[in-house]
């Protein structure tokens, strides 16, 4: 990961910098391929410190999160905590989208994870239905008083039969 800690306006003295850097150990906890994370500190005329928190992510992915305080480790913190809590919930949607599974390095594809046997869950085949023609959809649609019904057809091409307001139905 490629770092910088930029000062605009403002002295970046050693206490300063160590405070900053150690924001960059803070971020590498999620495991997210960082390729680059930035931190500008400026200040302005006003005396009210600015930290700009700059995250490219594998995938182009770019988190940037702003934060004004009249303290800058204060505005440190606040930024940091902005740009964690946005890591989580990156890392938590790439971990959900995996099915907790892990990543194959060679082609890409997600290896599914291996259940305990004392899971709530039974992974289970999915049920095969057979084609139904239109009258057998229509007779579904009736029986379950919906509002439409999705089924395939004889040719195995999914249809949806829906009631009109008129009494008729349309098929789609």
Known sequence: ?????????IELTEPIKNYAESAFDAIKKYNLDIISANIV???????????EFVINVKDKHTVVITQKDKDLYAAIDLALERAKKN?????????????GGIKDLDNGDV????????????PLEPKLYKPLDFEEAKIMLEESGK?????????NNMRVITKLDNGKYGLY
């Open 1 to 9: 990961m490629n770092t910088s800690i930029v000062g605009k306006n």
């Open 41 to 51: 500190l400026s200040e302005n005329k006003k005396g009210q410190f600015s930290v």
């Open 87 to 99: 890591l989580r919930r990156y890392a938590d949607k790439i971990k959900d989208n995996n099915n």
């Open 111 to 122: 290896i599914p994870k291996i259940e305990d046997e004392e899971d709530d869950i039974i």
């Open 147 to 155: 509002d439409f019904f999705v089924f395939y057809d004889i040719d």
